[in-house]
């Protein structure tokens, strides 16, 4: 680690909520957290999954995945809504993106497109009766299995079109689970793939996937190690979708599940993954993209840096101002959904150190979100008795670019 990097990384255990300053919008000054989505409110038993994107404009769109029969992943459940113009502080009410109507919808991977300003939503959909075992075990058909969709919205998130079926070109033969994300997805803007000439940016959404087992094997399918990970991305503003990058191992020893990604300084897409029950020691995976997506540089290895984070989905950001870190979050306990904290990594994701932990309470699910200069947001599920009472939305500042171009904290 260099000088810098060092004095970088001391200065960042500084992090600390935003308490003082403007806000992403100055509306409302001094906002450090809010509750856009309460359990048992608004027609939902429960909510979870959260996704959060800031718009072209400034608005911060918080996407759940709203469930009216309670916390289990199947049964009817919708994609909601609500949107902050204030950076976070304060929600408006209520709406559904893509409703269940008996069938489960879920997944939320949104992204603002740089080339439109468009907000470019992919999801997931099965039957309202179907379980994940199942459909890993192959029992239903392709109509009740998953699928998946994209949507678009051109006026800040106000109004989404109808979910328009892509399964056929973002699957391969033999697949059977599917999940996009969950959490925001990526627009590439810098590398071969980044917008010149009035071109569209690539957008990139992170998945999974489980594969049939070999024909003549004894197994059924619903066994972690047909877990995988896999990327589709966009060349045209989210218009037609491609199968990129796919691991497709299948080992057992690590198995990629629920994926993140965030677009390095030099290009690269950095991949961090929930290992599903895998043999190898550790709950957190990761690799690399060095051509947008098509291929992955390594197989996903594990993270031993983040060997306190248990099985579940995590966040990766990385903040656009020279010298941010790369941040990941997730609960930090690594045998209970528990303590959701923040990392920080300055060797582009090599190794990682925890910043701050943002509350011993329960906690699952999050996603992370620049609001503006040295501000990030977080969007996580957390609780009192439980880690799916609530998702809150909590306002963090990392610093300031410091006279020598690092990053200082800053309370």
């Known amino acids: 680690m260099t000088p810098r990097s060092r004095s970088l990384l001391t200065s960042l255990a500084l992090l600390a909520p935003l308490t003082t300053g403007p806000p992403a919008h100055a509306a409302t000054a001094g906002c450090a957290s809010s509750v856009p989505y309460v359990s048992g409110r608004g027609g939902y038993a429960v909510y979870r999954i959260p996704a959060v994107v800031k718009t072209r404009r400034g608005t911060v769109l918080a996407f759940a995945e709203g469930r009216r029969d309670g916390a289990g992943d199947t049964g009817d459940i919708d994609v909601v809504l609500r949107r902050s113009t204030d950076g976070g502080c304060t929600w408006g009410p209520l709406t559904v993106v893509a409703a269940g109507q008996g069938r489960t919808r879920g997944n939320p991977a949104p992204v603002v497109d740089p080339h439109t300003g468009a907000v470019v939503l992919l ?14 075990r ?5 109509e009740q299995g998953r699928r998946v969709f994209v949507q678009r919205s051109t006026d800040d998130g106000r109004r989404f079109t109808a979910p328009r079926d892509i399964t056929a070109q973002v699957t391969r033969p ?8 969950p959490g925001h997805a990526v627009a590439l803007t810098r590398g071969p793939h980044s917008p010149g000439g009035g071109a569209p940016s690539r957008l990139l959404v992170p998945a999974d996937h489980s594969a049939a087992p070999p024909a003549g094997s004894r197994d059924t399918g619903q066994e972690a190690r047909y877990y995988g990970a896999h990327v589709l991305y966009s060349d045209d503003s989210g218009r037609t979708w491609h199968l990129g990058a796919v691991d497709d191992g299948y080992d057992g ?3 990629a599940n629920e994926t993140s990604a965030a677009q390095l300084p030099d290009g690269r897409v950095y991949l961090s993954s929930r290992d599903q029950n895998g043999t190898a020691p550790g709950n957190r995976l990761d690799t690399y993209s060095g051509d947008g997506g098509l291929t992955l540089d390594r197989p996903y290895t594990v993270q031993p840096a983040l060997d306190a984070v248990p099985v579940v989905q995590g966040s990766v950001l990385q903040p656009r101002e020279p010298g941010a870190p790369l941040l990941f979050s997730a609960p930090s306990v690594p045998t209970a959904r528990r303590a959701a904290a923040l990392w920080a ?20 699910y999050s996603d992370l979100v620049q609001l503006g200069p040295g501000t990030i947001g977080v969007l996580y599920e957390s609780g009192v008795r439980g880690p799916y009472e609530s998702l809150r939305f909590r306002r963090l500042r990392l610093g300031a670019p410091g006279p020598g171009g690092g990053w200082r904290g800053t309370a």
């Open 253 to 255: 020893v690590t198995n």
């Open 174 to 181: 033999g697949w059977r689970w599917y999940a996009t994300g």
């Open 345 to 364: 990594s300055t060797d582009a994701g090599r190794t990682f150190r925890r910043l701050l932990t943002l509350s011993d309470r329960p906690a699952a």
């Open 138 to 142: 192959g029992e239903v058909t392709a």
């Open 123 to 136: 999801t997931c959909a099965n039957g309202g009766t179907v379980t994940e075992a199942r459909i890993m």
